[in-house]
């Protein structure tokens, strides 16, 4: 097959995003596919030039400022190279940005384009943190309490500490912040603010780190998350050797199958495909509160979603092509 793949985009998850299209690169590769990469941020006068430079951009590093130079709107061009190409499928590695809030997957679909992942409304509604906890709540899906702010808000909070604040529409937990106490949450929102103009305050969920990977249709084992630092932020989630992964959790196998359960139900109320990930927070009462839907989780060594498919015997070059070939006979 001939794939595109596309990486990068004008969002603070493009390193990531860049992580992810070089492991499923290697994949493709290895299964002797065809493929060539395409970021939307780039014009494609320079891709050349882009696509020498990924070997040097590290995981672990932002550049955000940068980013606010970068456009998006490059790929309303690119769609006619897409064509031109025949490739047979494209292989959306993008997080965060239009990459994964809804818009590049409109335009490849009413191009008619086959590309992985969810489709566009999926994506708009998960990667709006407000809109997803509000569509939770109506179907009876336990989430944090929660609060929407903006710039404009003085003062703002009415949950009692610990609480957790974070960009209403940003992955990769970029510009989160634990804050126990009151003197801290000026500081704390601005960070926030510097991602988007809007940002949740939800109620800290004292307990387990999970998240429920689902890969055609199918639930994969759970995974927890043990971070040495305390806080799965940017900087624990692609440092390396800064947390701990248990596949699968060691809990009683009732709770494992009522977070499945939980996770089965968000994603159809979604309306999600093909593959993605829903995160949860375990109390002590074991009662589950989901936290956020990903439809493109990422695809790096890091990664959460291959570790979990790796531990049921799935290779990664293996899932990659499952991932494909599901797109392609539906």
């Given at each position: 097959?001939?794939?595109?793949?596309?990486?990068?985009?004008?969002?603070?998850?493009?390193?990531?995003?860049?992580?992810?299209?070089?492991?499923?690169?290697?994949?493709?590769?290895?299964?002797?596919?065809?493929?060539?990469?395409?970021?939307?941020?780039?014009?494609?006068?320079?891709?050349?030039?882009?696509?020498?430079?990924?070997?040097?951009?590290?995981?672990?590093?932002?550049?955000?400022?940068?980013?606010?130079?970068?456009?998006?709107?490059?790929?309303?061009?690119?769609?006619?190279?897409?064509?031109?190409?025949?490739?047979?499928?494209?292989?959306?590695?993008?997080?965060?940005?239009?990459?994964?809030?809804?818009?590049?997957?409109?335009?490849?679909?009413?191009?008619?384009?086959?590309?992985?992942?969810?489709?566009?409304?999926?994506?708009?509604?998960?990667?709006?943190?407000?809109?997803?906890?509000?569509?939770?709540?109506?179907?009876?899906?336990?989430?944090?309490?929660?609060?929407?702010?903006?710039?404009?808000?003085?003062?703002?909070?009415?949950?009692?500490?610990?609480?957790?604040?974070?960009?209403?529409?940003?992955?990769?937990?970029?510009?989160?912040?634990?804050?126990?106490?009151?003197?801290?949450?000026?500081?704390?929102?601005?960070?926030?603010?510097?991602?988007?103009?809007?940002?949740?305050?939800?109620?800290?969920?004292?307990?387990?780190?999970?998240?429920?990977?689902?890969?055609?249709?199918?639930?994969?084992?759970?995974?927890?998350?043990?971070?040495?630092?305390?806080?799965?932020?940017?900087?624990?989630?692609?440092?390396l050797g800064m947390n701990e992964y248990l596949i699968p959790p060691l809990m009683d196998?009732?709770?494992?199958?009522?977070?499945?359960?939980?996770?089965?139900?968000?994603?159809?109320?979604?309306?999600?495909?093909?593959?993605?990930?829903?995160?949860?927070?375990?109390?002590?009462?074991?009662?589950?509160?989901?936290?956020?839907?990903?439809?493109?989780?990422?695809?790096?060594?890091?990664?959460?979603?291959?570790?979990?498919?790796?531990?049921?015997?799935?290779?990664?070059?293996?899932?990659?092509?499952?991932?494909?070939?599901?797109?392609?006979?539906?």
């Amino acid at each position: 097959m001939k794939i595109c793949i596309l990486l990068g985009g004008a969002s603070t998850e493009r390193n990531v995003s860049i992580h992810s299209g070089l492991a499923v690169a290697e994949a493709l590769r290895e299964k002797k596919h065809e493929f060539k990469f395409l970021d939307p941020a780039t014009p494609l006068k320079k891709m050349g030039n882009f696509i020498d430079s990924l070997d040097t951009i590290s995981v672990e590093t932002q550049n955000f400022d940068k980013l606010k130079k970068m456009q998006d709107n490059y790929f309303l061009k690119q769609i006619d190279w897409i064509k031109k190409e025949k490739f047979d499928i494209v292989f959306n590695a993008l997080h965060g940005g239009n990459g994964e809030n809804g818009v590049i997957s409109a335009v490849l679909q009413i191009a008619g384009i086959p590309f992985t992942g969810s489709e566009y409304m999926a994506s708009a509604i998960a990667m709006d943190k407000y809109r997803t906890k509000k569509l939770l709540n109506s179907v009876g899906v336990l989430t944090p309490p929660f609060e929407l702010f903006d710039s404009s808000t003085e003062s703002p909070r009415s949950l009692p500490f610990p609480i957790v604040i974070k960009p209403n529409d940003v992955g990769s937990s970029v510009g989160l912040s634990i804050v126990k106490k009151e003197k801290n949450i000026l500081n704390e929102t601005k960070e926030a603010l510097k991602y988007s103009g809007k940002y949740i305050i939800e109620k800290y969920i004292s307990g387990r780190e999970l998240t429920v990977p689902i890969i055609c249709e199918e639930t994969y084992p759970l995974v927890e998350i043990v971070s040495k630092s305390g806080i799965y932020d940017y900087k624990s989630k692609y440092g390396l050797g800064m947390n701990e992964y248990l596949i699968p959790p060691l809990m009683d196998s009732s709770v494992t199958g009522k977070i499945k359960m939980s996770a089965k139900k968000v994603w159809n109320i979604f309306g999600m495909r093909n593959y993605g990930r829903i995160d949860f927070r375990l109390n002590e009462n074991n009662e589950a509160f989901c936290l956020e839907a990903n439809t493109l989780p990422g695809m790096t060594n890091a990664s959460l979603l291959p570790k979990s498919a790796k531990y049921s015997g799935l290779e990664f070059p293996d899932l990659i092509e499952k991932i494909i070939t599901d797109v392609l006979t539906k």
